[in-house]
Structures are given as structure tokens and as C-alpha cells.
């Protein structure tokens, strides 16, 4: 069965740290995403990437940044966390001809 | 006017109902149309997938593309305690290189 693997379910950070998402697909797909969820905004598309050492900002990159070293790795740094970017995140991704994202299940991050 | 439009719900029904969500859109160039259910603290999962205009059934699951109203539909019939959800919808212009836009998400609550 294809996988995302998100690196951890809940972790709680205080303002000010670096904070990093670690986001793994055993489905070889070239594209990768990152979003965040928060009620009432829906899903927000932080960044992307479409093969490895590339990456997009999606609509609201501000205070992230990614790394894809790998295909299968795409980490989401969070420079300076803070309150405002307590949020669900989730990864996702996507075969260079597909058209669906499988997600992984989301990291809940509190910063505190 | 928001791209992709969906009620947040809640939307409760007894057991059996036949239930309807819909989304509108306001990009006459999607043409990728999909649905995802997300259970509560998990990521959403890919259900539908259909492209243009049409109908496509799988199992208890009818999802509907009219695209000359700009506006799609996913019927669950014969609903259960076990499709209480959130569903997505998600619609893109094309393959490979675009990413999906996201309706807000509607959710579904089945009562035995």
C-alpha cells in the first residue's frame, strides 16, 4: 500500500524555535506539497516541489521553508515558530502524471 | 468571488439517507475534478476522481461534473454511521503541473 509518512503525529515547540517536518513517500512521485489546515481557512498550499532540489511558493510561504534533497524526503522548516503558526500540516504527493495527492496523516503542531 | 465554494455543513442525516454535497467554482479552466474524505485528525484520502463533465460511480459513491453550471456533486446513498466525515472537493486545470484547489470541506455527521 503507497505511503506518505509524516515524521510525527503532535509536537509541541516554543516561540522562537527552528522547527522541522519531515515528510517520506515510498511511491517513487516527483511532485510533493505542504500544506497547512485550520478551521474555517480549509487547506493552505505552503510550498511544493516538483522533483528533487526544486521547489514553488504556494500562497502563503511566509516564515517556511522547504528542503527536497531526496525524492522521497520533503522537509517543511518553520525558521522562528511562532503562535500564529500553530496548525494541523499536512504532506502530500503526487505522481508527475497524476492528478490526485495522497496525504499522509498530519502533523499537529502547538507552539507555544 | 472565492474560486471553489463549498457549505461547511454540519450536515447530520439518519443512517440510509441518500446524501448529497456539491461544490461551485468560478475557474471555467478546471477540468480535474475530485473528491477526498478526511475522518477527524487524519489525512483526507482521495475518493472520486473524475475529469470534464460526466457521471462516475463506484460503489455506494456517485460523483457529478457539470461544467457548463460550474458546479459538482458527490451522492453517498444508502449513508452510514462510518461515512461521517469531512469531504473536499478539489478541482485543477491540469496534470502534472498544476496544483489542486480546495473547497473548505463539508462535514457529513450519520446517525444510527
Known amino acids: 500500500d503507497v505511503k506518505v509518512t509524516q515524521s510525527s503525529r503532535y509536537l509541541v515547540k516554543r516561540t522562537g524555535e527552528k522547527v522541522f517536518l519531515e515528510c517520506v513517500q515510498d511511491?517513487?512521485?516527483?511532485?510533493m506539497f505542504w500544506y497547512r489546515q485550520d478551521p474555517g481557512l480549509g487547506l493552505r498550499l505552503i510550498y511544493f516541489?516538483?522533483?528533487?532540489?526544486?521547489?514553488e511558493k504556494g500562497d502563503i510561504p511566509e516564515g517556511y521553508s522547504v528542503s527536497r534533497e531526496k525524492k522521497e524526503r520533503f522537509s517543511l522548516i518553520l525558521e522562528s515558530a511562532s503562535t500564529n503558526q500553530t496548525s494541523m500540516y499536512l504532506c502530500?504527493?503526487?505522481?508527475?502524471?497524476?492528478?490526485?495527492?495522497?496525504f499522509g496523516s498530519g502533523t499537529r503542531l502547538t507552539v507555544v | 468571488q472565492k474560486e471553489v465554494e463549498q457549505d461547511p455543513g454540519p450536515l447530520s442525516v439518519p443512517e440510509g439517507a441518500i446524501v448529497s454535497l456539491n461544490c461551485t467554482y468560478s475557474?471555467?479552466?478546471?477540468?480535474?475534478f475530485m473528491w477526498y474524505r478526511q475522518y477527524s485528525r487524519k489525512g483526507p484520502e482521495l475518493l472520486m476522481y473524475?475529469?470534464?463533465?460526466g457521471n462516475k460511480e463506484d460503489g455506494r459513491f456517485t460523483a457529478q461534473v457539470d461544467k457548463s453550471s460550474k458546479y459538482i456533486s458527490l451522492f453517498i446513498r444508502d449513508s452510514q454511521p462510518s461515512d461521517s466525515a469531512t469531504y473536499l472537493c478539489?478541482?485543477?486545470?491540469?496534470?502534472?503541473?498544476?496544483?489542486?484547489?480546495f473547497g473548505k470541506g463539508t462535514m457529513l455527521l450519520v446517525s444510527p
Open positions: 516541489s516538483y522533483d528533487v532540489k526544486m521547489k
Open positions: 478539489a478541482m485543477s486545470s491540469n496534470s502534472g503541473y498544476s496544483t489542486l484547489t
Open positions: 473524475t475529469y470534464s463533465s
Open positions: 502530500a504527493s503526487r505522481s508527475g502524471q497524476g492528478h490526485g495527492y495522497t
Open positions: 475557474n471555467s479552466a478546471f477540468q480535474y
Open positions: 511511491m517513487d512521485h516527483e511532485n
